[in-house]
């Protein structure tokens, strides 16, 4: 659509037709389309960073050891969240 939007003003252009407002359109939309880009980018980032600390959370055990040194049972408890 904006290539179209695009071709369209620019052929009109072309042809001696000063549309403003299409000339307005067409330069919107292709600015849209690098903040677009952007908040794609932003977004996907984003979300792989919060799998990343949901993956690292689920995982994240520490091994105390109690009770008498003899048994070496390991306990394994949640980390504690920072």
């Given at each position: 659509?904006?290539?179209?939007?695009?071709?369209?003003?620019k052929g009109l252009d072309a042809a001696g037709a000063q549309l403003v407002g299409l000339e307005r359109l067409s330069?919107?939309?292709?600015?849209?389309?690098?903040?677009?880009?952007?908040?794609?980018?932003?977004?996907?980032r984003l979300t792989e960073a919060a799998a990343d600390q949901a993956r690292a959370r689920r995982h994240a055990t520490v091994t105390v050891k109690r009770g008498p040194s003899w048994t070496r049972s390991p306990t394994t408890v949640l980390a504690a969240r920072s």
């Open positions: 659509m904006v290539i179209v939007v695009y071709a369209s003003q330069q919107a939309l292709l600015a849209l389309v690098a903040f677009v880009f952007l908040a794609v980018l932003l977004h996907s």
